[in-house]
């Protein structure tokens, strides 16, 4: 199947520090979902969108819609511990059929 | 409201025995997905169901796998017989429909010896 490709794949920063990544796809789609996974645990969904370049916000956490509708973006504000864990974006063209992203590793260092 | 409830939690094996995994969806969700996520990467859908149809198993090994969800409410995954490739963690999701979101069960994860 698919995978979408998130990026960075991996990322280390300094608690209070503001984090980005991106997901991109060669294929357009109409919805982008945001997941955080623990480990040992499925994903939580994070933010949901529905629509070209939609900025959707969910405390301290923004996704974006790309306007070419082949991309999505997340950013965390001031990163606190509890932010460890991987991000994965989905995407689905129509329907109920998502396509995952590979996932970035995000640890932040106290 | 409960989630999307997974049993068991985990499962270890030897290659060549059968294996069977419960999924629990949120209730009023009629899609019901089962994925399967290898180490590192992210999840890889194996069937979806809209109710008790399978609408879309084109990933799933059907030599070996099969899945039912007789009544449109829970569902059973299973291998048999299982190869040591297919240890992983298998995720259950549901959704309603109405828009396109999902909710994941926390997973089984599979050792396969």
């Not at chain 1, 980005?20 to 060669?26: E, K, L, Q, R």
């Not at chain 1, 370049?53 to 819609?65: C, H, M, P």
């Not at chain 2, 169901?49 to 829970?74: H, I």
């Amino acid at each position: 199947g698919q995978q979408l490709n998130q990026s960075p794949q991996s990322m280390f920063i300094q608690e209070g520090e503001d984090v980005s990544m991106n997901c991109t796809s060669s294929s357009i789609f109409n919805t982008w979902l945001w997941y955080k996974q623990d480990p040992g645990e499925g994903p939580v969904l994070l933010i949901a969108l529905y629509k070209a370049g939609e900025l959707t916000s969910n405390g301290r956490l923004t996704a974006q819609f790309g306007i070419t509708r082949k991309d999505s973006f997340l950013n965390i504000s001031a990163s606190i511990p509890s932010d460890v864990g991987i991000y994965f974006c989905a995407g689905a063209r129509t329907g109920n059929q998502f396509y995952f992203g590979t996932g970035t590793s995000l640890t932040v260092i106290p | 409201e409960a989630g999307v409830v997974q049993s068991p939690r985990y499962k270890i094996i030897e290659k060549k025995q059968p294996v069977a995994f419960w999924c629990n969806p949120i209730s009023g969700h009629n899609t019901l997905y089962w994925y399967r996520q290898n180490l590192g990467q992210g999840p890889e859908l194996l069937i979806r169901y809209e109710n008790e149809e399978a609408v879309d198993d084109s990933q799933l090994p059907k030599d070996r796998f099969s899945a039912e969800r007789l009544k449109g409410v829970d569902s059973t995954l299973k291998i048999q017989p299982a190869e040591l490739g297919d240890s992983a963690v298998y995720l259950c999701a549901s959704s309603s429909g109405r828009r396109d979101t999902q909710y994941f069960g926390p997973g089984t994860r599979l050792t396969v010896l």
